[in-house]
């Protein structure tokens, strides 16, 4: 089981590295990036809220309200610049696949419970940051035109990095302590 | 000279509080900078928030920010000397160290 849950975490990581940076995928405009950003840190904050709500680990709890706290202020930022900028969110295939795949992750993890929902949870928080980060580098932030776009990607940067460290902590912890 | 004197008698009127200095700490990249401070008794340090998440400014037991929004700062005049160790307790990894003289 953890091992089908660690695969489908990498197979959705690379569902969005795929999706994002295909050779021949066309760069997405800031209304695409605007809709990734938001639907990337709304499927954190439903994965957070999730986890708040039935993890029975102190740290975990500590994390997956970090991430609903974080993911929700970044996602207002970003709503707040793009309706200053007067751009429309518009849907399109990467933000599409980062909704699967929260909305994957989340029947998933209803249907486990104490350590084997940890691991889930924390597992596919580790794979989520990378995939993020990776977009960050590779597609949004390269690819952002208008300049208050760019330079909030940028600072949404070592947020998710530092995400991405805490929930890696978490994961060593958990194996250690799990088995 | 009758003009320095003053001034320097005004000035020395306003010492005391000239002694006690504002320091800024900012918080930016998920990193308190700067990441070590020394400060003396009766200063004031401020955290200036310049990241796009909440952070907090906490030494337990002797002093906690709570949440600083995006944007916002918050500050505190440091009477006791004493080394703390702030962290965000939001985001244990992020720390720093503050000696009060």
């Given at each position: 089981?953890?091992?089908?849950?660690?695969?489908?975490?990498l197979?959705?990581?690379?569902?969005?590295?795929?999706?994002?940076h295909?050779?021949?995928?066309?760069?997405?405009?800031?209304?695409?990036?605007?809709?990734?950003?938001?639907?990337a840190?709304?499927?954190?904050?439903?994965?957070?809220?999730?986890?708040?709500?039935?993890?029975?680990?102190?740290?975990?709890?500590?994390?997956?309200?970090?991430?609903?706290?974080?993911?929700?202020?970044?996602?207002?930022?970003?709503?707040?610049?793009?309706?200053?900028?007067?751009?429309?969110?518009?849907?399109?295939?990467?933000a599409?696949?980062?909704?699967?795949?929260?909305?994957?992750?989340?029947?998933?993890?209803?249907?486990?419970?104490g350590?084997?929902?940890d691991?889930?949870?924390?597992?596919h928080e580790?794979?989520?940051?990378?995939?993020?980060?990776?977009?960050?580098?590779k597609?949004?932030?390269p690819?952002?035109?208008?300049?208050?776009?760019?330079?909030?990607?940028?600072?949404?940067r070592?947020?998710?990095?530092?995400?991405?460290?805490?929930a890696?902590?978490?994961?060593?912890?958990?194996?250690?302590?799990?088995? | 000279?009758?003009?320095?004197?003053v001034?320097?008698?005004?000035?020395?009127?306003?010492?005391?509080?000239?002694?006690?200095?504002?320091h800024?700490?900012?918080?930016?990249?998920?990193?308190?900078?700067?990441?070590?401070?020394?400060?003396?008794?009766?200063?004031r340090?401020?955290w200036?928030?310049?990241d796009?998440?909440?952070?907090?400014?906490?030494?337990?037991?002797?002093?906690?920010?709570?949440?600083?929004?995006?944007?916002?700062?918050?500050?505190?005049t440091?009477?006791k000397?004493?080394?703390?160790?702030?962290?965000?307790?939001m985001?244990?990894?992020?720390?720093?160290?503050?000696v009060?003289?």
């Open positions: 089981m953890t091992q089908h849950l660690r695969l489908a975490a197979a959705f990581a690379a569902s969005l590295s795929i999706n994002t295909a050779q021949n995928a066309p760069a997405p405009n800031d209304a695409q990036i605007a809709a990734i950003v938001v639907t840190n709304q499927v954190d904050v439903d994965a957070g809220k999730l986890a708040d709500g039935k993890t029975r680990s102190k740290a975990v709890k500590a994390f997956a309200q970090q991430m609903v706290t974080d993911h929700t202020g970044v996602n207002k930022m970003a709503v707040d610049l793009v309706t200053k900028l007067k751009v429309k969110p518009q849907d399109n295939p990467t599409k696949g980062l909704q699967k795949g929260g909305d994957d992750n989340l029947a998933k993890l209803r249907t486990l419970d350590a084997a929902f691991k889930a949870y924390v597992d580790v794979a989520y940051h990378v995939a993020v980060l990776d977009a960050l580098d597609v949004l932030i690819s952002a035109s208008n300049a208050e776009l760019k330079a909030l990607l940028v600072k949404v070592p947020a998710i990095d530092a995400h991405l460290q805490h890696k902590h978490l994961q060593a912890e958990l194996g250690a302590s799990g088995s | 000279m009758l003009r320095q004197a001034l320097a008698a005004a000035l020395s009127a306003f010492a005391p509080a000239a002694w006690c200095e504002t800024t700490v900012v918080i930016e990249n998920m990193r308190f900078q700067p990441a070590a401070l020394t400060v003396k008794r009766g200063d340090v401020v200036v928030n310049r796009v998440v909440p952070h907090t400014a906490t030494a337990a037991p002797s002093f906690d920010s709570a949440a600083i929004a995006p944007g916002a700062s918050w500050g505190i440091l009477k000397p004493g080394r703390h160790e702030v962290v965000c307790t985001h244990p990894m992020m720390k720093s160290s503050l009060v003289k």
